[in-house]
C-alpha cells in the first residue's frame, strides 16, 4: 500500500478516536450536572422548614386600649390597711370607679399579688355596675392582702368585656401562674371580646 495512504489512515483513526473521548467527556459532564441539580433540588425540597416563634399564650395589654380606675383606698401607691386580712384591716374590698365602656356589656375584675406568683385576691363579674362601694365583693370572691413578710404588690385589672364568657379562669386565694393566659382566654377566639381594660397598682407592706 503506498505509504501517504497508510498515513492518511492512521491519521484518520488518530482523530476519529480523539472526536469520540470529547464527546463521552461531554456526556458523561452533563450527566453529572443533572446529578448535582437533581439532588440539589431534593435537598432544597426536603429541607425542614423552619417554624415561625410561637405565638404568646398570654394576653397582649399593648393591643388594648385603657380606661381610668380610681379608688378612695389607694393613697400615693399604698393600700389602706381597712382592705387587708390582717389584724388591723376589715377584709373588705377596696372602692372603685369607672366610667362605662361602649360596647360592654360585663367588666371582670381581678385583684392580684404580683409579689406572690399571682395570687388571686379577688375575682367578681358585674353587669352594670361602674361604682363599686367599699365591701361591694362578697366574702367568696374577695379575700385582703395578708402578706406574710415584706412589702408586696396588689395589682387591680378591671377588664370591659363585650360578653361574659362561661366561665372565668383563675383559682380564687391561690397561685395563678397562668392567670394572664387566663385573661386571653376571655378574648376568646377572635381576640375581640376585651374591649378595654384599668388597672391600678398599690403595696401593702406585713406589719402595718
Not at 365583693?137 to 395578708?146: F, I, Q, T
Request: charged share 20%.
Amino acid at each position: 500500500m503506498d505509504t501517504r495512504k497508510i498515513i492518511a489512515l492512521l491519521f484518520s483513526a488518530i482523530i476519529f478516536s480523539i472526536n469520540t473521548g470529547c464527546a463521552q467527556e461531554q456526556t458523561s459532564g452533563s450527566s453529572s450536572a443533572a446529578e448535582v441539580t437533581t439532588a440539589v433540588e431534593e435537598q432544597t425540597t426536603t429541607a425542614p422548614v423552619t417554624e415561625a416563634a410561637s405565638e404568646s399564650k398570654e394576653l397582649d395589654f399593648n393591643k388594648l386600649s385603657t380606661f381610668e380606675l380610681t379608688s378612695d383606698d389607694l393613697h400615693d401607691g399604698i393600700w389602706d390597711t381597712v382592705i387587708t386580712k390582717t389584724a388591723n384591716g376589715e377584709n373588705r374590698s377596696p372602692q372603685l370607679s369607672w366610667n362605662p365602656v361602649d360596647g360592654a356589656s360585663c367588666y371582670a375584675i381581678f385583684m392580684v399579688d404580683t409579689s406572690a406568683t399571682n395570687w388571686l385576691h379577688w375575682k367578681s363579674v358585674t353587669e352594670s355596675e361602674t361604682v363599686l362601694p367599699a365591701g361591694w365583693a362578697p366574702s367568696g370572691e374577695y379575700v385582703g392582702p395578708y402578706p406574710p413578710s415584706g412589702t408586696h404588690d396588689y395589682e387591680v385589672y378591671v377588664f370591659a368585656l363585650r360578653e361574659q364568657p362561661e366561665r372565668i379562669k383563675g383559682s380564687f386565694d391561690s397561685t395563678n401562674p397562668k392567670l394572664f393566659e387566663f385573661a386571653k382566654d376571655m378574648d376568646g377566639e377572635n381576640e375581640d371580646n376585651i374591649i378595654s381594660y384599668g388597672h391600678l397598682t398599690g403595696t401593702y407592706t406585713h406589719g402595718d
